[in-house]
């Protein structure tokens, strides 16, 4: 007996938008990776039927009120907390 084996699936598959649960929202953590915002990690502290209020990890004072459906666009935002790039040294290492 052989049994037909399915191939395997990729591992990143390319997803048309982000999934969005208004039950799990309040809580969540978003990371705009659009690069247009001051800064990259938000968490999401309330929403109602038509808008999300996310904040700023690295600044409470910095809040974003927008549509919950934004966050379905991937090329704005990303689910959780995607790592930041190292800062560039633009020094070549001479002392000043």
Request: proline residues 9%.
């Amino acid at each position: 007996m052989t049994q037909a084996t399915k191939p395997p699936e990729p591992l990143a598959v390319a997803r048309a938008h982000n999934q969005v649960q208004l039950r799990h929202l309040i809580g969540s953590k978003w990371s705009r990776i659009d690069g247009k915002a001051a800064f990259v990690h938000y968490g999401c502290i309330a929403r109602n039927a038509e808008t999300v209020l996310l904040r700023s990890v690295l600044t409470p004072f910095d809040d974003l009120l927008l549509p919950w459906r934004d966050l379905r666009n991937v090329a704005v935002w990303a689910p959780g907390w995607i790592p930041c790039a190292p800062p560039s040294d633009t020094d070549d290492g001479e002392a000043r």
